[in-house]
C-alpha cells in the first residue's frame, strides 16, 4: 500500500523559512515524479512544485519561483520542499503526491498517490 507522509508544516512569521519532507512508502521511489499542491481554505487545489524522477527537472508556479525548491533524495524516499521568504499568501495546507512518470507533472489530475497533508500558516 502506498503511503505518504507528509511533515514540516506549522507557524511561521513573514519572511521565515520551513521545510516539509514528504516519506514514500509502498512504491518503487524513483519510477514517481513527484509534486506538492497548495490548498488554503475556500481555494481550490493549486500546484507549487514538481520533480521528475531522477530530479533532473523541476517546475514550480509562478508565485513561488525564486522562493521554494523542490528536491528528492531516492535513497531515502523522500522528497522536500524548501520554503523561504514566506508571505501571508502562502497559508495553506501543503499535499504531496506521487505518479509514475519520466517528466514533471504540473497539474494535480494525473497524480494517483496524495498525502494528508501538512498546515502552513504564515503570520504577517
Known amino acids: 500500500q502506498?503511503?505518504?507522509v507528509e511533515s514540516g508544516g506549522g507557524l511561521v512569521q513573514a519572511g521565515g523559512s520551513l521545510r516539509?519532507?514528504?516519506?514514500?512508502?509502498?512504491?518503487?521511489f524513483s519510477n514517481y515524479a513527484m509534486g506538492w499542491f497548495r490548498q488554503a481554505p475556500g481555494k481550490a487545489r493549486a500546484f507549487v512544485a514538481a520533480i521528475s524522477?531522477?530530479?533532473g527537472m523541476t517546475?514550480?508556479?509562478d508565485s513561488v519561483k525564486g522562493r521554494f525548491t523542490i528536491s528528492r533524495d531516492n535513497a531515502n524516499n523522500t522528497?522536500?520542499?524548501?520554503?523561504?521568504?514566506?508571505?501571508a499568501e502562502d497559508?495553506?495546507?501543503y499535499y504531496c503526491a506521487a505518479v509514475v512518470a519520466i517528466v514533471v507533472i504540473t497539474t494535480g489530475t494525473?497524480?494517483?498517490h496524495w498525502g494528508q497533508g501538512t498546515q502552513v500558516t504564515v503570520s504577517s
Open 2 to 4: 502506498v503511503q505518504l
Open 20 to 28: 516539509l519532507s514528504c516519506a514514500a512508502s509502498g512504491l518503487t
Open 53 to 55: 524522477r531522477s530530479g
Open 59 to 61: 517546475s514550480y508556479a
Open 79 to 87: 522528497v522536500y520542499l524548501q520554503m523561504n521568504s514566506l508571505k
Open 91 to 93: 497559508t495553506a495546507t
Open 110 to 112: 494525473p497524480y494517483n
